[in-house]
C-alpha cells in the first residue's frame, strides 16, 4: 500500500474475521462509529449517551457475528443491518420495560423531540423536527439514503422489503417531509 492508500472495509473485516486482529477492528470502529452516532442521534428517539450506548452494542454485536461476515460482501451495509437490529432491539426492550424519567424536566420539553448534536443550523433542526413526524418506515429509510448515502437495494436488504418497496416508502416520506416543511 502506498502512503495515502487506505485499507478497504472489506479488507479490515476479513482480517479481523479470520485472526482476531484488533487493529482491523480498531479501524473499522473509528470509521463507523462516528456515522452510526449520527445515525442513531437522527432518529431524534434517543439523547446523545443513548446513541452512544447503541454504538457500542452494535459493536459488539459485530464483534459477536464476526464469523458469519461473508468474505467479499460489503462490510458497510451489514454493519447497517446489524446497527438497524440494534436499535429495533432497544425500541421494543423499552417497550417490555417502560423506563421512567429520573431527572425532573418539564413536560413541555419532553414532548419536544431530541434534535440531531450534528444538526448546526436552524434549518437543520428545522428539517429534523419534520423527520419525526414521519411514520417509523418512512424516516428509517429517509434516513439510510439521504443521510447515510445506502443505496435503495442495500436499504432493502436491511429492512427486509422489495427494492420497490423501499422506494416507495422514500417517496412518500420525501413527499410527507415537503409538505410538513412547506407548512412552515
Do not use: C
Amino acid at each position: 500500500m502506498g502512503a495515502g492508500d487506505e485499507e478497504s472495509d472489506e479488507a479490515l473485516m476479513e482480517r479481523y474475521r479470520a485472526r482476531g486482529d484488533e487493529a482491523a477492528f480498531a479501524a473499522l470502529f473509528s470509521r463507523y462509529a462516528g456515522r452510526l452516532h449520527a445515525f442513531f442521534s437522527r432518529f431524534g428517539d434517543r439523547g446523545p449517551s443513548d446513541a452512544a450506548d447503541l454504538v457500542q452494542k452494535t459493536f459488539l454485536h459485530v464483534h459477536r457475528a464476526r464469523k458469519d461476515y461473508q468474505v467479499g460482501r460489503p462490510v458497510r451495509p451489514w454493519i447497517y443491518t446489524i446497527a438497524l437490529n440494534v436499535r429495533r432491539e432497544e425500541g421494543r426492550r423499552r417497550l417490555r420495560r417502560k423506563e421512567i424519567a429520573v431527572d425532573m424536566q418539564d413536560p413541555a420539553e419532553l414532548r419536544e423531540p431530541m434534535v440531531d448534536p450534528v444538526a448546526s443550523s436552524a434549518s437543520d433542526r428545522l428539517v429534523q423536527r419534520a423527520l419525526m413526524q414521519l411514520s417509523e418506515i418512512q424516516r428509517e429509510v429517509i434516513v439510510l439514503h439521504w443521510y447515510d448515502g445506502l443505496s435503495f437495494p442495500e436499504i432493502a436488504e436491511l429492512v427486509g422489503a422489495t427494492v420497490s418497496a423501499v422506494k416507495v416508502r422514500a417517496h412518500r416520506g420525501y413527499g410527507e417531509l415537503r409538505r410538513i416543511l412547506g407548512e412552515r
